[in-house]
């Protein structure tokens, strides 16, 4: 079962990459490898998107928004975006950036009408002044310190584990912070402010920082490694670190956008993709292990603002996952072609084929699959 709709691009944006771009397979071999992996692994529901140079030239929605029900699932089913909302999050600060209205370089605390250990939610850091050193740019490459959640840490307490811009170690807890700062610091709502700078801009219709009730109609549940189904959670609190809820048509328009650099000055955008800060870890997850790999200096594997970058063949690549117990999302692109492959699913299941999905839509590239996705 598929739905999908090819679109034409209308403009050339020109690209050049260090070696010349293979041609995409055609949207029907696509829709075939995709339904035949997803028979393989038992995936119920997915949805791939493909641009290249920067435009939309693939949508499709494969299997099932809810199998009990015979539910299918099509471009506007509303799915959870989990962590490619802090993607979206980095480039709307970016555009802050831009108007000189926020420095990535800028102690947090400074724009805070009070000292941040005199927060309800930061009153664990009292005693320790690193949180004085916390910029925008620690959280958006994923170098504050912190573990991912304060609920994983010995004592459920939030607390520094290494000084701020000493070592990769992904952690929402910063993103939290930063979203404060916009809040309290600069007067704004994020809510309003993502859905004014991105989702607007994209033309993005059925994606929203907050629950809404007309995403009811057309909603996809979640099923977990092992098929336990889950509802869709109804997220009442803005995040973010990833309480997006979107669509595959949507997430078309907002990377494509994205890759064209739209909305952003030509610094800002090579800004968000540069490799600024080494990842050393063998593993994503957990953070802060001392496991490493000689694979990640081998292709510069480095963190960009909401984004993983490496070098490839192709020039610069970069990616971003977002993922809990029922859902696996994917989005990898080739920077200099503007071409990427944007996959959503209901299923973490799915997580199980993106390697070979991806290969099957880009060809062989050095995507860091081993660190993405293999704890130690």
């Keep these: 079962m598929i739905r999908h709709l090819a679109f034409v691009a209308l403009t050339f944006v020109a690209a050049c990459a260090t070696t010349p771009a293979p041609t995409l397979p055609s949207n029907a071999s696509i829709d075939a490898e995709a339904a035949r992996l997803m028979a393989r692994e038992d995936v119920k529901g997915m949805a791939i998107a493909v641009i290249d140079n920067g435009q939309i030239v693939h949508v499709a929605a494969y299997g099932f928004a809810n199998v009990a029900e015979n539910r299918p699932l099509d471009l506007d089913t509303v799915m959870y975006g989990a962590s490619l909302t802090k993607t979206a999050f980095a480039y709307m600060i970016l555009q802050l950036v831009d108007e000189g209205r926020l420095d990535l370089d800028r102690p947090m605390h400074e724009y805070l009408p009070r000292p941040l250990i005199e927060y309800e939610d930061y009153t664990d850091l009292a005693g320790d002044d690193r949180w004085r050193l916390l910029t925008a740019r620690h959280v958006l490459n994923h170098t504050t310190g912190f573990l991912n959640f304060r609920w994983i840490d010995e004592g459920r307490r939030l607390r520094f584990h ?204 050095d995507m860091p699959w081993w660190w993405e996705y293999n704890p130690g």
């Excluded at 048509?249 to 540069?274: K, N, P, Y």
């Excluded at 990640?296 to 993983?308: E, Q, R, V, W």
């Excluded at 029922?326 to 209901?346: E, H, I, Y």
């Design 162 to 365: 290494r000084d701020p811009g000493a070592e990769y170690g992904y952690s929402a807890e910063g993103f939290y912070i930063l979203q404060m700062v916009l809040e309290e610091g600069l007067g704004l709502d994020v809510k309003a402010e993502m859905q004014r700078r991105v989702y607007d801009r994209f033309g993005m219709t059925r994606t929203s920082m907050q629950w809404r009730a007309d995403f009811r109609p057309n909603l996809a549940d979640g099923y977990g490694i092992d098929g336990t189904y889950e509802p869709h959670d109804e997220r009442s609190n803005v995040s973010a670190a990833g309480s997006m809820d979107t669509t595959i048509a949507d997430q078309a328009r907002m990377w494509a956008g994205i890759v064209r650099g739209e909305g952003l000055t030509r610094a800002s955008r090579a800004e968000l993709t540069r490799p600024q800060f080494p990842v050393q870890s063998a593993h994503q997850f957990p953070s802060f292990r001392p496991d490493r790999d000689p694979r990640g200096p081998a292709i510069n594997l480095s963190a960009g603002l909401g984004m993983i970058t490496f070098a490839d063949a192709s020039g610069l690549m970069w990616f971003k996952g977002g993922h809990n117990d029922f859902t696996g999302n994917m989005v990898v692109c080739q920077d200099a072609r503007q071409r990427c492959v944007v996959l959503l699913a209901n299923s973490v299941r799915a997580e199980l084929i993106y390697p070979e999905m991806v290969r099957f839509v880009l060809g062989e590239t």
